[in-house]
């Protein structure tokens, strides 16, 4: 299969901090797939053009309610629908890596690629007047003069809790792939078949299981500090009554 | 969707821009080959209705000095075939203007029954496979995402269609009329039926759209396995992209009046204006309505990213 | 376009790669500042970095928009003349006016009355710098943000057991089995808490979340416990008699390590009643801090010996009675006491969690801990030359935050979570809790506040330190009546534990003047007239208040800050600060350092950017000011300058003549070779950047754990100056400290005593053992008028942080809401999204209404700090901060009335004068028709001032760095 470099979102430990939003943000805004324009950016209600963004859900009703931190981004599909739609070929998919980029100087502005995408991963820049997206910061992953471990994408490097794990997926000996496969990861909306390449992999939880016989211990220590009450030597036994 | 005033003159223009060119030719074949002015200057006005609607979408690109390269993906892309049909019939209208302006009439071919074919039906016919492909085209770009079921459906190019030739027949009705030509009642009884074939089409359309289901839910959208999800934060308090061009202004009341005012103004009234001879208020009336409808067409599409885009504030 | 490989970004323009320290929050990662053609291009955590090995935060990713925010300050400024308080009508000055200004104003304070002179700084990472700035100044009126913070959580674990979370000790992750997270929405070790946490989870760890809300980390805990704000110690203590009631806990540890095992004299009618027995026959040794001659009964004796004697064991349990008749018993049999009423029922009743969880989850914990121990293959000696071949650990590992501290009975809440710390065996042992160098401190810590009004003298230093360690009624702040000397009131009799100072009382007293008015009070990096100060609109008030001669009541208030707060429209003098790239800082071992687990780690920043405008760092006001009013320390003998800048400082300076101990730790001596002590060495900076800018001492892993007893490490410490004793740090089950306060409150005390009207408070919160009470301001009203709970949390992405005037941040959390849980709304007949009015005791705020199932019901919470007020922090006007932010600090008092006496006391918890900040009860009502969707109070908008840096605030930003 040919090479498809994506992310794996690990649900699991994502605390919704935020790290990968603004790390990509700075990365991406100098960089090949710059600027990324903010208008109001200190006014009143303030939008900005964000690759990646973290929302959080909810589910469940108190006090069973879990709290869902999602982090999205391009999810560079292995079959995208923005990019056969694009009617100028700005929108298209790296043949030896499989991103899915835009070449601004094709780009009309038509926002086609946007309806065409079901994740909303697609972000129009109103001031350049072109669509913007996601890259994996391919300006970074193949800049041969970054070191090597440091060769990722901007919010893989900044991820605090490590729940971004980048690589081919469908290279079966890499991280992602072996992280898909034995954590249940997951695409989102398969039901389109998109085929996406980002894959996310869901909370797992830890429960521990008591025994009664745990907590009657051997090693009890409340046996240290008292001994059980002895009768007095004189009180009756059964040696009072009976001769067998 | 956020409905876009340029897309909104774009296709209600060269839709009826295509009716009107659709009617021209069939007005020459209903005469019988005829040629000569009232065709001439029908075809200008039909051009004139295409033109502006470029305008119009030049105004939708961001960059529409790249615009040419929107001609090179037809492969793969409808909104890149639209874009190469509208110069191309705009060159047909124009070759058909022509030669009805200088009156160059020279049979083609003859059959065998004794009917001839001329240049100016020859290019008339093409004029009429053009303006139906355009239709198409135009119809197939919205009908094609997937992602918004209101508008992934057959019915769509349908509704383009019958709206455009309706438009453009009320158009010829209201030229013929101002003419005085002989085609002025086969015109207006032809936008009468086709401005009641488009009301039925559209009405069913919207019928079916308040029945269709969505096809993605909470639950794959973000793979959780739970049956009350609900959004918290879109991960920004202000606006983004998807906010903005995926929603509509004024939310579900103002479809809900705008799809009352198109159905009575797009069509019930033209519909009695055209039984009463008025064909121009017809036009005139019938216009604005399909501007409300292309609105409500827009704004009542609702994008399956919608699902992650719902907590506000 | 290009293709996005033809050409390397460090190709575009004239790059630069340069290593520093982060300053966007506490947690101080390590950072690569890439400069293109001189403009910050991109920051990345240093992978060479030991805190955060590469990794960073929302907030850290955001620097370059904290670097070119339009709410900078670029020029000092001075209030206009004529110009009222809070107009900020200002006018730009030189540094030397605002330098003169200072030196003569301050110059005669100290001839003078020092104590006039008051200095507050927010969180800001140069407190042993301010500290002794003060202190040599003369005034005792100082403190930093720790008081209205989190100081329960440092005192009530150091006065427990020698240390505390973040800079100070934490969780071990790395070997935990059990990890529970209390009252934590965020934490100041950000970064490698975050880390952790995702390997403990994927190592199978369990993690479990007891917070009245369900947010950040608590989203993903394998169990969440909602439980109601200000009951975390009735649920501690219910935990720690489950753990008694089954045996559950380390006898082992405790009986070794601990005084549970210590008699108490029992006898009501004596001096001493409450206090250890003491055998008497030990030597005093003058390098010891307690003289090791306390007693316990011999289980196979049964007789009481010195605790410890070698052969000898003993009891946890019991009462006994000494050859002279007193009678006696085991500090732990009183615990055992204290917690017998307190059971799982009781508690679930004040929690809201219900019983068979409390159970559940002391037996996970005491199971846990029992089971799965861990044995590491070390050997080392304990204090009593016990040799021992291994190290042993209870994989249980907790952490706290303000949740639990931030309460009026948030001291004994945090003394009950570490006694349950210290019940399961977890202090400084591997998978439990683990103590940063250089702690464990002796309990109490050596320094102590002044003792009196002869410890402030015109003209002269201070004797002793402005905030300290009182360790009995005889180190308290007050004079012979028993009253503050203070301007805070701080280690008064109202709130004698008050370590970190009582910040948010300074300008209420100062206003009313009571203990005393000042002169000039000096902010720094502190917004007291918003979101750091309790009861805002009222403190707003008096910083324009004027006495009848029309004079303001705080005569002259300066503010040094980077950015346009609030606080700076009511400054006198504006000094502005640089950005955490245009500045040297250190990371102290004095101060906040950055050790590990492992050793000592201390860092510091140096500048990447030139400071925009004339912007100065604080400390070179610092210094510059020390050196104009010729302050000891700061100046030679003959008063001449004695630092060039805060470099030299830095390098140059010794606690005391030779001492070899600076600020910072690494590359000490001549050339480098010595560490910790050592002259001074004049490469010292160059040195740490040559090291990624931290300098880490990795000790031996015998001198890793155990270091409350551990004699290595001990000595080690001792040899390298980092204690004066080498005495085992024994953890307090029972605090003899407090009983010596009770006993001052009972009269008994040989030395100072409460006045007569605070004699009860001290009696009743100084009790020896933890207790659960109700938070004080829930007895100022009837609890039904005001039913909910009101608390905040800070967001990940602005935890610790300035930046609503950061772009990108901003678009995260652009404005606040009030989560509640739907039933608010239900009962109050509003829906969700509804515009509302949040009613106190003290106040009211109108907000939008959110609602919410990952919130305990009778809670109400918000983000903290978001709201803003309008204009302020280079926003616009109508900016979403101040027209839909709310500040909840508008319905908090920072005074409760008729507490002691018909007098008011501070808003505060009676033992550390803990800000009790989610004390606060409110009831919440939809507005009415009509209403304006408008966040209330509003203020009128602040103007922007002369040279902010306004040049990009367009209605566009699309930053990208360098030339184009």
């Given at each position: 299969m040919s090479k498809q470099l994506a992310l794996v979102i690990d649900l699991n430990v994502c605390v919704g901090c935020h790290a990968c939003v603004t790390s990509c943000k700075e990365w991406n805004t100098s960089g090949w797939a710059g600027p990324l324009t903010d208008e109001n950016p200190y006014g009143k209600d303030p939008t900005g053009v964000f690759f990646n963004r973290v929302q959080t859900y909810e589910c469940g009703t108190f006090p069973d309610t879990e709290t869902i931190h999602f982090?999205?981004?391009?999810?560079?599909?292995?079959?995208?629908?923005?990019?056969?739609?694009?009617?100028?070929?700005?929108?298209?998919?790296?043949?030896?890596?499989?991103?899915?980029l835009v070449d601004y100087d094709k780009c009309i502005g038509c926002k086609y690629c946007s309806w065409s995408c079901p994740y909303g991963a697609r972000k129009f820049d109103p001031v350049q007047g072109v669509m913007k997206k996601c890259t994996l910061c391919v300006d970074r992953i193949t800049d041969m003069t970054i070191e090597e471990d440091r060769r990722k994408p901007a919010c893989v490097l900044a991820c605090p809790a490590s729940a971004r794990i980048f690589g081919d997926i469908n290279d079966p000996q890499s991280e992602a792939a072996r992280a898909i496969r034995e954590n249940g990861g997951f695409q989102l909306m398969p039901e389109w078949g998109t085929k996406p390449a980002n894959h996310y992999l869901p909370r797992r939880k830890i429960t521990t299981i008591l025994h009664a016989d745990e907590l009657v211990r051997v090693d009890n220590p409340l046996k240290a500090e008292s001994e059980k009450p002895r009768p007095a030597f004189n009180t009756p036994t059964i040696d009072g009554v009976s001769s067998w | 969707m956020k409905p876009a005033f340029s897309v909104i003159f774009l296709t209600t223009l060269i839709g009826a821009g295509q009716g009107l060119l659709i009617a021209l030719v069939l007005g020459q074949f209903y005469l019988g080959s005829e040629s000569g002015g009232f065709f001439a200057l029908g075809g200008v006005l039909a051009l004139v209705m295409l033109g502006l609607g470029l305008v119009a979408s030049v105004f939708h690109l961001a960059n529409p000095q790249r615009g040419w390269r929107a001609a090179t993906r037809w492969r793969t892309s409808w909104l890149s075939r639209e874009v190469l049909m509208i110069p191309a019939l705009c060159a047909l209208a124009f070759l058909y203007t022509l030669i009805h302006a200088i009156g160059w009439a020279p049979v083609l071919m003859t059959f065998g029954n004794g009917k001839t074919l001329d240049l100016p039906m020859a290019l008339g016919l093409l004029v009429v496979l053009g303006s139906v492909a355009l239709f198409v085209c135009t119809g197939m770009i919205y009908a094609c995402v997937r992602f918004i079921r209101q508008w992934a459906s057959s019915w769509t190019?349908?509704?383009?269609?019958?709206?455009?030739?309706?438009?453009?027949?009320?158009?010829?009705?209201?030229?013929?009329?101002?003419?005085?030509?002989?085609?002025?009642?086969?015109?207006?009884?032809?936008?009468?039926?086709?401005?009641?074939?488009?009301?039925?089409?559209?009405?069913?359309?919207?019928?079916?759209?308040?029945?269709?289901?969505?096809?993605?839910?909470?639950?794959?959208?973000?793979?959780?396995?739970?049956?009350?999800?609900?959004?918290?934060?879109?991960?920004?308090?202000?606006?983004?992209?998807?906010?903005?061009?995926?929603?509509?202004p004024g939310g579900a009341e103002t479809v809900r009046g705008l799809t009352v005012f198109f159905l009575l103004v797009a069509f019930v009234i033209p519909a009695a204006l055209l039984l009463a001879g008025l064909p121009v208020l017809a036009f005139v009336c019938q216009y604005v309505g399909l501007l409300a409808e292309r609105w409500v067409f827009f704004a009542a599409g609702s994008h399956v990213q919608n699902l992650y885009y719902q907590a506000k504030g | 376009m290009r293709d996005p490989a033809s050409i390397p970004d460090s190709e575009l323009g004239r790059s630069e790669v340069k290593t520093t320290t982060c300053y966007m929050c506490a947690c101080r990662c390590g950072i690569r500042v890439h400069l293109r053609d001189g403009e910050v291009r991109y920051i990345e955590g240093n992978p060479d970095h030991p805190l955060n090995k590469g990794i960073m935060c929302a907030k850290g990713a955001s620097g370059i928009m904290k670097q070119y925010s339009p709410a900078r300050l670029t020029r000092p400024l001075k209030r206009k003349d004529g110009a009222e308080r809070g107009e900020s009508a200002f006018e730009p000055i030189s540094w030397e006016e605002a330098f003169s200004t200072l030196a003569e104003r301050l110059g005669h304070l100290r001839a003078t009355d020092p104590k006039k002179f008051a200095l507050f700084t927010g969180r800001?990472?140069?407190?042993?710098?301010?500290?002794?700035?003060?202190?040599?100044?003369?005034?005792?009126?100082?403190?930093?943000?720790?008081?209205?913070?989190?100081?329960?959580?440092?005192?009530?674990?150091?006065?427990?057991?020698?240390?505390?979370?973040?800079?100070?000790?934490?969780?071990?992750?790395?070997?935990?089995?059990?990890?529970?997270?209390?009252?934590?929405?965020?934490?100041?070790?950000?970064?490698?808490?975050?880390?952790?946490?995702?390997?403990?989870?994927?190592?199978?760890?369990?993690?479990?979340?007891?917070?009245?809300?369900?947010?950040?980390?608590?989203?993903?805990?394998?169990?969440?416990?909602?439980?109601?704000?200000g009951t975390d110690g009735a649920l501690l203590l219910a935990l720690v008699r489950e753990l008694i009631e089954l045996g559950l806990y380390d006898r082992d540890f405790l009986v070794q390590y601990t005084n549970a095992a210590e008699l108490v004299n029992q006898d009501a009618a004596s001096d001493e009643h409450g206090l250890f027995v003491r055998e008497g026959s030990v030597p005093v040794r003058p390098d010891t801090f307690e003289t090791p001659d306390k007693m316990w009964w011999d289980r196979a004796g049964d007789k009481p010996v010195i605790a410890r004697t070698k052969g000898t064991e003993g009891r946890l349990m019991g009462s006994f009675t000494l050859a002279d008749g007193t009678p006696v018993k085991p500090s732990f049999q009183l615990l055992k006491e204290r917690v017998k009423?307190?059971?799982?029922?009781?508690?679930?009743?004040?929690?809201?969690?219900?019983?068979?969880?409390?159970?559940?989850?002391?037996?996970?914990?005491?199971?846990?801990?029992?089971?799965?121990?861990?044995?590491?293959p070390i050997a080392w000696t304990d204090c009593w030359g016990n040799e021992h071949d291994?190290?042993?650990?209870?994989?249980?590992?907790?952490?706290?935050?303000?949740?639990?501290?931030?309460?009026?009975?948030?001291?004994?809440?945090?003394?009950?979570?570490?006694?349950?710390?210290?019940?399961?065996?977890?202090?400084?042992?591997?998978?439990?809790f683990r103590h940063r160098a250089p702690f464990p401190r002796p309990i109490p810590p050596c320094p102590k506040p002044p003792k009196g009004p002869q410890a402030i003298k015109a003209g002269e230093a201070l004797v002793g330190t402005p905030l300290g360690w009182p360790a009995d009624p005889d180190d308290l702040s007050v004079d012979a009546e028993g009253e503050p000397i203070r301007l805070d009131k701080g280690f008064s009799w109202e709130y004698p534990l008050s370590v970190h100072g009582m910040m948010h009382n300074a300008i209420t007293n100062a206003w009313k003047g009571d203990p005393y008015p000042i002169d000039t009070l000096l902010l720094f990096m502190a917004n007291m007239?918003?979101?750091?100060?309790?009861?805002?609109?009222?403190?707003?008030?008096?910083?324009?208040?004027?006495?009848?001669?029309?004079?303001?009541?705080?005569?002259?208030?300066?503010?040094?800050?980077?950015?346009?707060?609030?606080?700076?429209?009511?400054?006198?003098?504006?000094?502005?600060?640089?950005?955490?790239?245009?500045?040297?800082?250190?990371?102290?071992?004095?101060?906040?350092?950055?050790?590990?687990?492992?050793?000592?780690?201390?860092?510091?920043?140096?500048?990447?950017?030139?400071?925009?405008?004339?912007?100065?760092?604080?400390?070179?006001?610092?210094?510059?000011?020390?050196?104009?009013?010729?302050?000891?320390?700061?100046?030679?003998?003959?008063?001449?300058?004695?630092?060039?800048?805060?470099?030299?400082?830095?390098?140059?300076?010794?606690?005391?003549?030779?001492?070899?101990?600076?600020?910072?730790?690494?590359?000490?001596g001549t050339a480098g070779e010595k560490f910790l002590v050592g002259e001074p060495n004049p490469n010292?900076?160059?040195?740490?950047?040559?090291?990624?800018?931290?300098?880490?001492?990795?000790?031996?892993?015998?001198?890793?754990?155990?270091?409350?007893?551990?004699?290595?490490?001990?000595?080690?410490?001792?040899?390298?100056?980092?204690?004066?004793?080498?005495?085992?740090?024994?953890?307090h089950i029972y605090s003899e400290v407090l009983q010596k306060f009770r006993l001052a409150g009972e009269g008994k005390w040989k030395g100072k005593l409460p006045p007569e009207r605070l004699r009860e408070r001290v009696k009743t919160f100084f009790d020896p053992l933890p207790f659960y009470y109700t938070p004080l301001e829930w007895r100022c009203s009837d609890g039904h008028s005001f039913p909910l709970s009101a608390l905040t949390q800070r967001p990940m992405a602005m935890y610790h942080s300035w930046d609503s005037q950061n772009a990108w941040l901003r678009q995260i959390h652009t404005n606040n809401v009030l989560f509640m849980h739907p039933k608010v709304g239900a009962v109050s007949n509003f829906d969700d999204?509804?515009?509302?009015?949040?009613?106190?005791?003290?106040?009211?705020?109108?907000?939008?209404?959110?609602?919410?199932?990952?919130?305990?019901?009778?809670?109400?919470?918000?983000?903290?700090?978001?709201?803003?007020?309008?204009?302020?922090?280079?926003?616009?006007?109508?900016?979403?901060?101040?027209?839909?932010?709310?500040?909840?600090?508008?319905?908090?008092?920072?005074?409760?009335?008729?507490?002691?006496?018909?007098?008011?006391?501070?808003?505060?918890?009676?033992?550390?004068?803990?800000?009790?900040?989610?004390?606060?009860?409110?009831?919440?009502?939809?507005?009415?028709?009509?209403?304006?969707?408008?966040?209330?109070?509003?203020?009128?908008?602040?103007?922007?001032?002369?040279?902010?840096?306004?040049?990009?605030?367009?209605?566009?930003?699309?930053?990208?760095?360098?030339?184009r």
């Open positions: 982090p999205k981004s391009c999810l560079h599909c292995e079959e995208p629908p923005c990019v056969p739609v694009c009617p100028t070929g700005a929108s298209y998919k790296r043949e030896e890596d499989g991103i899915v | 190019v349908v509704n383009y269609l019958l709206m455009g030739l309706a438009s453009g027949f009320t158009l010829a009705a209201a030229y013929a009329q101002i003419q005085a030509n002989a085609l002025s009642g086969f015109m207006s009884g032809a936008a009468l039926v086709l401005t009641v074939a488009a009301l039925a089409a559209r009405t069913f359309q919207l019928w079916l759209n308040a029945r269709t289901k969505p096809q993605s839910t909470m639950k794959s959208a973000i793979g959780l396995h739970h049956t009350q999800i609900r959004q918290v934060t879109q991960g920004f308090m202000g606006q983004s992209f998807n906010t903005i061009e995926f929603a509509a | 800001d990472q140069m407190q042993a710098l301010t500290g002794l700035f003060a202190a040599k100044f003369g005034t005792p009126n100082y403190a930093a943000h720790g008081g209205f913070c989190s100081v329960n959580m440092a005192a009530g674990m150091i006065y427990t057991f020698g240390g505390s979370f973040w800079e100070f000790g934490g969780p071990d992750l790395e070997r935990a089995k059990l990890f529970i997270m209390i009252g934590t929405a965020e934490d100041h070790h950000s970064n490698p808490l975050k880390r952790e946490l995702a390997a403990f989870k994927r190592g199978g760890g369990r993690f479990i979340a007891i917070n009245p809300v369900r947010t950040g980390y608590a989203a993903i805990a394998d169990e969440w416990v909602p439980i109601r704000p009423d307190y059971t799982p029922e009781w508690a679930e009743g004040i929690t809201g969690i219900p019983a068979a969880t409390i159970r559940r989850l002391a037996h996970e914990m005491g199971v846990t801990a029992r089971d799965q121990t861990i044995e590491l291994k190290i042993t650990g209870n994989p249980v590992a907790f952490h706290a935050m303000r949740g639990l501290a931030a309460h009026s009975n948030g001291f004994h809440t945090t003394r009950a979570l570490a006694i349950l710390m210290t019940l399961l065996g977890t202090i400084d042992r591997p998978g439990g007239a918003w979101n750091s100060t309790m009861n805002t609109s009222e403190v707003r008030k008096m910083l324009t208040d004027k006495d009848e001669s029309g004079a303001y009541k705080i005569p002259f208030l300066v503010v040094c800050d980077a950015f346009q707060s609030e606080t700076v429209a009511f400054a006198d003098l504006v000094l502005p600060d640089t950005s955490y790239l245009e500045r040297h800082d250190v990371m102290s071992i004095l101060d906040r350092h950055i050790s590990e687990f492992d050793g000592p780690v201390d860092s510091v920043r140096v500048p990447i950017l030139p400071p925009l405008g004339e912007s100065k760092p604080f400390q070179e006001v610092i210094i510059e000011l020390a050196t104009r009013l010729k302050l000891p320390a700061f100046t030679n003998k003959d008063g001449s300058r004695k630092f060039r800048d805060y470099p030299d400082f830095i390098v140059n300076f010794e606690t005391e003549p030779g001492s070899g101990i600076g600020f910072l730790s690494g590359w000490r010292q900076w160059e040195m740490y950047a040559r090291n990624n800018n931290h300098y880490h001492h990795e000790l031996p892993p015998s001198f890793q754990y155990m270091r409350n007893w551990n004699k290595g490490y001990l000595d080690w410490a001792y040899r390298h100056r980092m204690v004066r004793f080498t005495d085992p740090i024994m953890p999204g509804a515009w509302v009015w949040v009613e106190s005791p003290w106040g009211k705020i109108k907000c939008q209404a959110k609602f919410t199932e990952a919130v305990e019901p009778g809670t109400v919470w918000t983000w903290n700090a978001i709201g803003k007020a309008s204009g302020a922090w280079g926003l616009d006007a109508d900016a979403n901060e101040s027209k839909k932010g709310f500040l909840l600090n508008h319905l908090i008092s920072e005074e409760l009335p008729n507490m002691v006496g018909g007098a008011s006391v501070s808003n505060s918890d009676p033992v550390t004068g803990q800000a009790a900040w989610y004390d606060l009860k409110v009831r919440v009502t939809a507005c009415k028709p009509g209403e304006a969707e408008e966040s209330w109070p509003q203020f009128a908008p602040m103007p922007t001032l002369p040279g902010q840096a306004i040049g990009f605030k367009a209605k566009v930003r699309a930053y990208l760095a360098g030339r």
